[in-house]
């Protein structure tokens, strides 16, 4: 039955077992913190009020995504048990389930596919709830201390952290148990449900809290001068509800995404690095596969005792600290765990008498641990409003927006060339520990990098989540009308999560882009095998012409899908940023019609809340459909239209300008949103000053970049590469040794090209349709 434990050592069968109960032990821990977070009091009755609208409005949204795109997984659950028909199985699968092999791998990549999918939706919709279940409690915890609101805050995004370390490592553990050495096949469909969940959550969560926030900021705090969340805006409950299915529920699905797709790499490589010693006369080495799991399985104690132990003082008050101090905890619990577990599988006598001491996958782990670390110091030092980079861009308000915007750009282009450059440093330094051995093996260290980089996040996402969930705590305040001692406990928090936010944000978009660079070595290494099976080329022949031995710019047609991967996440983004701009408009007008009403500025009128909520839900479901097809089909049609090799130029191109494009989104973003926050402190004249409206300009200018367009990039570049790996082996199948599409092929891929072109047209002609809409005047020129 468990396949996967066949032909390991004793001590392999044990560790296995023992990483499933880390696993289980990993949910059992949320569980058991989320019952804490419960248990604590949700203040006034006023309180329980604005967080039943903030709990209705996000609970809406995501049964209404969840409709959206439950189509589209059963559609593709049939294409991808179909898919395994138009290839030979793999000798791997051969091997463990016979003449039976073609059938086991669709059940078991359609299952795959359907459990990441449950499971990446699990992990957003579970953070979401308990996030928008902790900030009333937050707020309530912060009119008694603030280290008690610290605690909620940090330890509700704990909750979703060890459901995303947990159900990640589940998920992968149980696949190779059932499916053993033939688990990559069944681990595609796995990481193709968690990326594409993940991208609708992304860019559905993205849309809907910047076209909220940028439609209440740009009203309320411009042209009416209301004070953050004030309830008279009418936006003001859209944009809490933004926070939780944007910042938490996508976040959630982001990451674990990207922890998902590092198993699935470091397996099929680790599955190629074993074989390899088969070929060489030796037997199969399963150290190169179990070690991925290995290292997870420490990942979760690193996370559950790195987690725990973050807390302050009443005295202290220092939330980043005691952050900081849990992060590095996990950093270091993760290094020794790993080198012990090297350390321990040296043993002859543990591991089928293989021997000898391989350093090397804990080197690339702790590679990983330490650019998780470079990435959240270099995206603190550009974000945050302790250095110069932010004050700069606040000192340029006080000469207007553009100037503002100006100095953002300048800071979102910079930095993105140092976090390429810290990325390129440990890329390098795979090539380094795995120097003497060939490309799959360096690409095996980039896998282990990202698992490294990975095994923090249950502190990454209890970091991230912690932004909204103080944000949110601080608005129900605001709403509440709290005492000042307890909103000034939430301002400091809010503040703390705005740079933990973006912090995060930089790790999340390195994990993405390891996680696709690893990715890419699996697609070498299946178009390989891909190439011997089909073109009969023995497994221990190399140079043979045929065999694809890297990529060749100078070829016309690789050169072609170059370009076209690097132009794509240009054109996501500018969809997704017109998505927002189209929303923002319209919430814009609601907002100042709203203002209108006689006795709202006066406070003797509520505003209609849900209408502004409902414009951002509609809104945030338009653009799904267009997107998915887009990240889906792309890669099929370059594939099929000129070959395997171009569809690698064309990960490339996307690959390297998805990362430099949001790295600069998400940096530019979070200085503007941080410069607009240093000047609410009260500097160069604080708020309702000129400065802060330019202020107020640039962060909404930054919204979409930071919160929308960027962090969709992180599950575009899994989603695409994951394609290009299901993909790549049926175009070399029926290809063969023709390099050129048959014409039933170039029929089938024009009408796909047709298909993406309606697609994009659908997009413009929603925004045609919002040209026609009358503009209602701004509030500060109405007579």
């Not at 589209?72 to 699968?93: D, K």
């Not at 594409?196 to 705090?221: C, S």
């Not at 309702?688 to 990039?713: M, Q, Y």
């Amino acid at each position: 039955m468990f396949r996967g434990l066949a032909g390991l050592s004793t001590f392999e069968q044990t560790a296995i077992w023992i990483v499933l109960a880390l696993a289980v032990a990993g949910l059992v821990y949320a569980a058991w913190l989320r019952g804490q977070i419960l248990a604590y009091e949700t203040g006034t009755d006023r309180m329980r009020e604005v967080w039943g609208w903030i709990r209705d409005g996000a609970n809406a949204y995501l049964s209404r995504q969840f409709r959206t795109i439950a189509i589209a997984i059963a559609v593709l659950s049939v294409l991808l048990f179909l898919s395994v028909y138009l290839i030979p199985p793999t000798p791997e699968a051969e091997e463990v389930w016979g003449d039976n092999a073609v059938m086991a791998i669709g059940v078991g990549r359609t299952i795959a596919f359907l459990m990441g999918s449950l499971f990446s939706y699990a992990v957003g919709y579970v953070g979401m709830t308990v996030a928008v279940a902790a900030n009333v409690r937050v707020a309530a915890a912060a009119r008694r201390s603030y280290s008690k609101a610290l605690e909620v805050a940090y330890r509700s995004g704990t909750v979703t952290g060890m459901l995303t370390v947990g159900l990640g490592l589940l998920g992968g553990t149980l696949i190779f148990l059932f499916y053993g050495i033939s688990a990559p096949d069944a681990l595609l469909g796995f990481g193709f449900g968690g990326s594409l969940i993940a991208l609708f959550m992304r860019v559905g969560g993205g849309i809907y809290t910047k076209a909220a926030d940028v439609g209440a900021d740009l009203v309320g705090k411009v042209e009416a001068n209301l004070p953050e969340d004030d309830p008279r805006n009418a936006a003001v409950i859209a944009d809490l509800v933004g926070d939780n299915v944007g910042d938490c529920a996508g976040m959630a699905a982001d990451v674990f995404e990207s922890f998902e797709v590092t198993i699935v790499a470091a397996m099929i490589l680790g599955i190629v690095l074993g074989t390899a010693e088969v070929a060489g006369g030796g037997t199969f080495n399963p150290y190169y596969l179990i070690f991925p799991l290995l290292a997870r399985g420490v990942g979760v104690i690193a996370s559950i005792i790195g987690t725990y132990v973050v807390r302050t003082t009443d005295t202290e008050r220092n939330a980043m600290g005691a952050m900081n101090r849990g992060f590095y905890l996990s950093a270091a619990v993760a290094v020794v765990g790993t080198l012990l577990i090297a350390f321990i599988y040296s043993n002859p006598g543990l591991n089928n008498g293989q021997g000898g001491i391989d350093f090397r996958p804990f080197l690339a782990i702790t590679a990983g641990v330490l650019l998780a670390i470079a990435l959240d110091r270099l995206t603190e030092y550009f974000t945050s409003t302790h250095f110069s980079p932010v004050r700069e861009t606040s000192k340029a308000s006080q000469t207007g927006s553009a100037t503002n915007i100006l100095s953002g750009l300048a800071l979102g282009y910079e930095s993105s060339v140092y976090a390429a450059l810290v990325i390129g440093v440990s890329i390098f330094a795979s090539v380094l520990i795995f120097r003497g051995g060939d490309l799959i093996a360096v690409l095996y260290g980039v896998s282990l990098t990202g698992i490294g980089m990975l095994s923090l996040t249950g502190n990454t996402i209890s970091m991230d989540a912690f932004g909204p969930i103080s944000d949110n705590a601080n608005g129900i305040g605001e709403m509440a009308n709290l005492e000042k001692s307890a909103r000034d406990v939430m301002d400091d928090l809010d503040a703390t999560g705005n740079t933990t936010k973006a912090v995060t944000k930089g790790v999340a978009i390195g994990s993405a882009v390891i996680a696709a660079v690893a990715l890419f070595g699996s697609f070498f290494a299946d178009v390989l095998r891909a190439q011997h099976q089909v073109l009969n080329i023995p497994l221990n022949v190399t140079d043979d012409p045929r065999l694809l031995s890297g990529i060749n710019v100078a070829l016309p047609s690789v050169f072609i899908g170059l370009l076209v991967g690097g132009a794509l996440p240009f054109l996501f983004s500018a969809l997704t940023i017109r998505a927002v701009s189209r929303a923002a408009s319209l919430i814009v007008n609601e907002v100042r019609r709203q203002l209108r009403i006689p006795g709202l500025m006066e406070g003797r009128v509520q505003p209609d809340y849900a209408k502004a909520v409902a414009i951002s839900t509609t809104a945030a479901q338009r653009e799904l459909v267009t997107l998915g097809v887009i990240a889906v089909l792309s890669p099929i049609v370059v594939g099929f239209l000129l070959g395997v090799e171009a569809l690698g130029g064309f990960l490339a191109g996307t690959i390297v300008c998805g990362q430099l494009l949001a790295v600069f989104m998400s940096n530019a973003g979070g200085a503007w949103d941080n410069a607009k926050k240093y000047i609410e402190e009260g500097n160069y004249g604080g708020k309702h000053t000129e400065a802060h409206k330019a202020a107020v300009v640039g962060d909404t200018v930054g919204d979409p970049l930071k919160d929308t367009s960027g962090p969709a990039l992180n599950p575009l570049l899994k989603v695409i590469n994951l394609v290009a790996l299901i993909v790549a082996p049926i175009v070399v199948t029926v290809q063969g040794e023709a390099r050129t599409p048959g014409a039933i092929t170039i029929v089938v891929m024009l009408a796909l090209i047709g298909v993406i072109a309606l697609a994009i047209m659908r997009s413009k002609r929603n925004s045609d349709e919002l040209a026609e809409s009358p503009t209602i005047a701004p509030v500060s020129k109405q007579a």
